[in-house]
């Protein structure tokens, strides 16, 4: 789909594509809103996840540090800035960042895993492939890896991530694909091996759970090197690795919304899809983000079960708008209807996959609702089904009465030879 229609668009363009005429509109339409949400709402969890490790290691190295919420949003807020300022100022050097973000990230896997394997623990492999841990108490190993997926599902989404700055890339229709599939195979196989190595090196499962310092993986590193440094150090690349990835995503966030806000998807669509003269980039959209990003983080103040809803909500946003792409890809191959010209393929699997990518994606769409423990409370529900639900009344609504008379679909801007 990126190499048929490389646009910053993503996934609303495509379902412009490959809906029914019946409903295309309508479904892009709400597709872009899901896009949105869920990009704006991911600034949000990769920052969010950044500033409490660091309030993790406080606890770890200073055992008098009182951990407070408003200390975390305040590191949310800080790192997010750090991110604007890297996308206003130095915009085009994002290039490079990117070149030294890939090099930590492969560096770094190997300064974590060597440690673990010299100085950690050993559990069977026994222990790691065939022991399961029903923490939430479903009564069933199924159930529980199934409400698990909405912990890990992360690490499998945001791979349109680049498909939102292609309007930025030189030969996007061949160069995404390669790109997208090369970024999949490169982590599906450094995140095996992180995942076999922590595993095989927990140590006391109970205990690392009990860790003061909320975040078990930095226990297991204590745990295994038994030295601060070791472990800030450690810890430290993760941390610099979701700082820079921050970057990336106020940068898809941004694009995202200001392509939307282009094809007048949204309220106030001139403010948000001005581009600055001079800057060749969407300085409104990229404030908005800031702006929406320290807004939504001064909800940990008061509860931080109500700002891990927004975390949750990036997940749910982001898959469902995999589902209504993939799913109007899939109908449009089924009723044998021509493709759009595409210089990259995934050839006679192309089907199959789609097939394959919703029968994953349904269950633990519904999982994601779900809360991580079958008793639940104010302090244990999962409350994104509300925001969920939410979003979707007000973006119907707003279609209703002003979307439908405002909203171009892409697909009505493009022209292609037969």
Request: charged content about 10%.
């Amino acid at each position: 789909m990126a190499s048929m229609a490389p646009t910053s668009g993503g996934q609303y363009h495509w379902v412009s594509e490959f809906a029914p005429a019946s409903c295309q509109k309508f479904l892009s339409y709400i597709t872009g809103w899901l896009c949105a949400m869920g990009w704006q709402c991911a600034i949000v969890s990769i920052t969010f996840l950044a500033g409490t490790i660091i309030q993790g290691l406080i606890v770890l190295n200073n055992e008098n540090y009182a951990l407070e919420r408003w200390h975390g949003t305040l590191l949310v807020i800080a790192i997010t800035l750090f991110s604007i300022l890297f996308n206003t100022f130095l915009a085009k050097k994002l290039p490079f960042v990117e070149v030294i973000i890939l090099i930590l990230h492969v560096c770094g896997l190997f300064a974590i895993i060597i440690p673990l394997w010299v100085l950690g623990p050993r559990r069977s492999a026994k222990q790691v492939f065939t022991e399961f841990n029903d923490g939430g108490e479903w009564g069933s190993n199924g159930v529980a890896t199934l409400v698990g997926f909405s912990t890990t599902i992360t690490s499998l989404i945001g791979y349109d991530c680049a498909v939102h700055m292609s309007e930025e890339i030189k030969d996007a229709s061949e160069t995404l694909p390669k790109a997208m599939i090369t970024s999949v195979l490169v982590n599906a196989a450094s995140g095996f091996l992180m995942l076999v190595t922590v595993c095989f090196t927990l140590g006391d499962i109970d205990e690392i759970l009990a860790s003061p310092t909320g975040f078990p993986f930095i226990q297991v590193f204590y745990n295994a090197t038994e030295s601060l440094p070791g472990t800030n150090t450690m810890t430290a690349i993760l941390v610099l690795t979701l700082t820079a990835s921050s970057i990336t995503e106020v940068a898809t966030a941004s694009r995202q919304l200001w392509s939307f806000a282009r094809d007048r998807g949204l309220p106030f669509s001139g403010f948000f899809s001005y581009v600055t003269p001079g800057w060749n980039i969407p300085f409104n959209a990229v404030m908005v983000s800031f702006v929406v990003t320290a807004l939504l983080s001064l909800i940990n103040i008061g509860s931080t079960v109500a700002l891990q809803a927004i975390v949750t909500l990036t997940i749910s946003s982001l898959m469902s708008s995999y589902v209504i792409t993939i799913g109007c890809l899939l109908l449009k191959r089924l009723r044998g209807h021509p493709l759009p010209p595409h210089r990259w393929t995934l050839g006679r699997f192309g089907m199959a996959v789609n097939i394959g990518a919703l029968a994953f994606l349904l269950p633990v769409f519904v999982f994601a609702f779900f809360p991580l423990t079958s008793t639940v409370d104010k302090e244990t529900m999962n409350w994104c089904v509300v925001m969920y639900c939410g979003v979707i009344m007000i973006a119907v609504l707003y279609y209703i009465f002003r979307g439908r008379h405002h909203y171009i679909p892409p697909v009505a801007l493009v022209k292609r030879d037969v």
